[in-house]
């Protein structure tokens, strides 16, 4: 069973940093793609960054977050990580981690609140 536990959320100021994990259990991640999402208050869940399982581990990010936020991940121990910086108060959001395998998993999430 795939399980996501997500951890390392929490609150602040403007310009400050956060380091997000995503603990995996269940399957060889190493395998699969991996990402994170976030959703706002009132609105929709939206993608954040991805990083492939192949090639080095190849990444795309969200416009919004280019240059600010890195995704990494160490396939020895099924954990993936997301590392904020220059954090914004529009980047205060739930932030989930993400798998697919046959169909999406997802953990249950991580409040992050920046203060302005």
């Known amino acids: 069973q795939v399980q996501l536990v997500e951890s390392g959320g929490g609150l602040v100021q403007a310009g400050g940093s956060l380091r997000l994990s995503c603990a995996a259990s269940?399957?060889?991640?190493?395998?699969?793609?991996m990402g994170w999402f976030r959703q706002a208050p009132g609105k929709e869940r939206e993608f954040v960054a991805r990083?492939?399982?192949?090639?080095?581990?190849?990444?795309n990010y969200a416009d919004s977050v280019k240059g600010r936020f890195t995704i990494s991940r160490d396939n020895a121990n099924n954990t993936m990580y997301l590392q904020m910086n220059s954090l914004k108060p529009e980047d205060t959001a739930v932030y989930y981690c993400?798998?697919?395998?046959?169909?999406?998993?997802w953990g249950q999430g991580t409040q992050v609140t920046v203060s302005s």
């Open positions: 993400n798998v697919h395998i046959r169909k999406d998993y």
């Open positions: 269940g399957r060889t991640f190493s395998m699969y793609n």
């Open positions: 990083i492939s399982w192949y090639g080095g581990g190849s990444t």
